[in-house]
């Protein structure tokens, strides 16, 4: 069986290590945050937040306390505030371990889309390509396929990029890739999948 | 000299012109100077150029200069929020300049700071980078980006006292503070105007040196995405 959205979420988590700063994309991501068990995690939130905290109780949202998704969230007692400036300051600084994110395509080299798709979807990047460019380690997770049952996982990509060469691992619901030299390496499958099913769900080179 | 003001129409008088560059403080509708931007609707003004992270929304913050047509160009990081923006942009109506949201941040910053530009590898090999200049430091390749100097900036404060000293509250500092140094002119809009010596001056998140004039009023603080969990039966 494939894994779920919770269960990559949960696969997602073992690669944190205890005394990380880490910044959690939109999506999936957000569901790492369940799964840390005891490990001591910092969440950052790049609108200027470093120990994020759960979403509020219901009466309790403060409109001047909000994560980058614009999701209200609490504090916790280790928590800090800063401005736009210092928070991409410590992205592109290297002080971040790690960051999850989502994506639309990656590619065999580490290239990542995930902000646009010409013509049809002009959001914008937000802070997506200061984070893959600056934090210690990109983790991508993602479908394996879209909708249409294309792979995700490319030779190369075809949506404007993200950034070049960023992504070091990739989980989806198929199992866990490693971006290196000359393709992607398959580090584990998910429960009942075999090699060769993410080889057939894969359009990239799998060395 | 005086930095106060009665209200945000007066805070702005004489300071705006059409085809000027504003710089504005906050994140999707959180602190955002909604006070001043409802008095440059009422006032008239056209083909601003504003930078700031998002658009608002269609009845609410920036969205509202969107709906009037007095705004030509925006420079931004995110701008998913906003129907009318979209259209608008999509038609050709409105110019749109993306920029990395650590970019963006960093340009208002260096502004303040009187840097005309600086190096990232943000954006190195995307089509951000398309027509700057690459740059290598030690074996890797790095874009020139600008500095901002606006014309006026804009922005959002929890407190002040009367020298223009900020305080800000939570994640509502954001943007705020760079936008507020890129601007020859700063006017801040505060929920709350305390007296001299009221505020702690090692906590003090902007200082008076960067904001020429305050208003205080009544803020909506709108909330865009209402997230709550259930509380544990006992």
Same mark, same amino acid.
């Given at each position: 069986?494939?894994?779920?959205?919770?269960?990559?979420?949960?696969?997602?988590?073992?690669?944190?290590?205890?005394?990380?700063? $880490?910044?959690?994309?939109?999506?999936?991501?957000?569901? #790492?945050?369940?799964? #840390?068990?005891?490990?001591?995690?910092?969440?950052?939130?790049?609108?200027?937040?470093?120990?994020?905290?759960?979403?509020?109780?219901?009466?309790?949202?403060?409109?001047? @306390?909000?994560?980058?998704?614009?999701?209200?969230?609490?504090?916790?007692?280790?928590?800090?505030?800063?401005?736009?400036?210092?928070?991409?300051?410590?992205?592109?600084?290297?002080?971040?371990?790690?960051?999850?994110?989502?994506?639309?395509?990656?590619?065999?080299?580490?290239?990542?889309?995930?902000?646009?798709?010409?013509?049809?979807?002009?959001?914008?990047?937000?802070?997506?390509?200061?984070?893959?460019?600056?934090?210690?380690?990109?983790? $991508?997770?993602?479908?394996?396929?879209?909708?249409?049952?294309?792979?995700?996982?490319?030779?190369?990509?075809? @949506?404007?990029?993200?950034?070049?060469? #960023? #992504?070091?691992?990739?989980?989806?619901?198929?199992? $866990?890739?490693?971006? $290196?030299?000359?393709? @992607?390496?398959?580090?584990?499958?998910?429960?009942?999948?075999?090699?060769?099913?993410?080889?057939?769900?894969?359009?990239?080179?799998?060395? | 000299?005086?930095?106060? %003001?009665?209200?945000?129409?007066?805070?702005?008088?004489?300071?705006?012109?059409?085809?000027?560059? !504003?710089?504005?403080?906050?994140?999707?509708?959180?602190? !955002?100077?909604?006070?001043?931007?409802?008095?440059?609707?009422?006032?008239?003004?056209?083909?601003?150029?504003?930078?700031?992270?998002?658009?608002?929304?269609?009845? =609410?913050?920036?969205?509202?200069?969107?709906?009037?047509?007095?705004?030509?160009?925006?420079?931004?990081? %995110?701008?998913?929020?906003?129907?009318? =923006?979209?259209?608008? %942009?999509?038609?050709?109506?409105?110019?749109?300049? +993306?920029?990395?949201?650590?970019?963006?941040? /960093?340009?208002?910053?260096?502004?303040?700071?009187?840097?005309?530009?600086? %190096?990232?590898?943000?954006?190195?090999?995307?089509?951000?980078?398309?027509?700057?200049?690459?740059?290598?430091?030690?074996?890797?390749?790095?874009?020139?980006?600008?500095?901002?100097?606006?014309?006026?900036?804009?922005?959002?404060?929890?407190?002040?006292?009367?020298?223009?000293?900020?305080? +800000?509250?939570?994640?509502?500092?954001?943007?705020?503070?760079?936008?507020?140094?890129?601007?020859?002119?700063?006017?801040?809009?505060? /929920? /709350?105007?305390?007296?001299?010596?009221?505020?702690?001056?090692?906590?003090?998140?902007?200082?008076?040196?960067?904001?020429?004039? !305050?208003?205080?009023?009544?803020?909506?603080?709108?909330?865009?995405?209402?997230?709550?969990?259930?509380?544990?039966?006992?």
């Amino acid at each position: 069986m494939p894994w779920d959205r919770n269960q990559m979420a949960a696969r997602a988590a073992q690669e944190l290590e205890d005394g990380w700063y $880490v910044n959690l994309g939109i999506g999936i991501p957000t569901l #790492v945050a369940n799964y #840390v068990g005891d490990k001591d995690i910092t969440l950052q939130s790049e609108n200027g937040m470093l120990g994020m905290g759960p979403f509020p109780y219901e009466g309790e949202e403060d409109p001047d @306390l909000i994560n980058a998704g614009k999701q209200t969230i609490t504090e916790l007692n280790r928590t800090s505030y800063f401005d736009s400036a210092t928070s991409f300051g410590m992205i592109r600084g290297g002080k971040i371990a790690a960051a999850i994110l989502g994506a639309m395509e990656v590619a065999e080299n580490g290239d990542l889309a995930n902000w646009m798709i010409p013509g049809k979807l002009v959001k914008g990047m937000g802070g997506a390509m200061d984070l893959v460019a600056g934090v210690g380690r990109v983790i $991508v997770v993602m479908d394996h396929q879209n909708k249409a049952g294309e792979s995700k996982v490319l030779k190369a990509c075809t @949506l404007p990029l993200t950034g070049t060469g #960023v #992504v070091d691992r990739i989980i989806t619901n198929l199992g $866990v890739l490693d971006v $290196v030299e000359g393709g @992607l390496k398959i580090v584990e499958t998910a429960d009942g999948v075999t090699e060769d099913d993410i080889r057939a769900a894969t359009e990239a080179t799998i060395v | 000299m005086k930095k106060v %003001y009665g209200s945000a129409s007066e805070a702005l008088d004489g300071l705006l012109s059409d085809g000027m560059l !504003i710089a504005a403080g906050g994140f999707g509708l959180c602190g !955002i100077p909604e006070l001043l931007i409802d008095a440059i609707v009422e006032s008239g003004v056209k083909d601003l150029t504003v930078a700031s992270n998002n658009a608002g929304v269609d009845d =609410f913050g920036l969205g509202k200069l969107l709906a009037t047509r007095q705004i030509k160009k925006m420079m931004s990081s %995110y701008v998913g929020e906003n129907a009318e =923006f979209m259209r608008q %942009y999509l038609s050709g109506e409105l110019e749109l300049e +993306f920029n990395p949201q650590g970019t963006l941040a /960093e340009r208002m910053r260096a502004g303040g700071c009187g840097i005309p530009g600086f %190096y990232t590898k943000t954006g190195v090999g995307t089509m951000i980078a398309e027509g700057k200049e690459v740059k290598q430091f030690d074996g890797e390749d790095f874009i020139l980006e600008r500095g901002i100097f606006a014309d006026l900036s804009i922005v959002k404060a929890w407190k002040a006292d009367d020298t223009g000293n900020l305080v +800000f509250r939570k994640t509502a500092r954001n943007f705020n503070p760079p936008a507020a140094m890129c601007g020859k002119v700063c006017v801040a809009e505060v /929920e /709350e105007i305390v007296p001299r010596g009221a505020l702690d001056p090692d906590a003090i998140h902007l200082p008076g040196i960067y904001v020429h004039r !305050i208003v205080q009023g009544d803020h909506e603080k709108r909330i865009e995405q209402r997230t709550t969990r259930k509380r544990e039966e006992a």
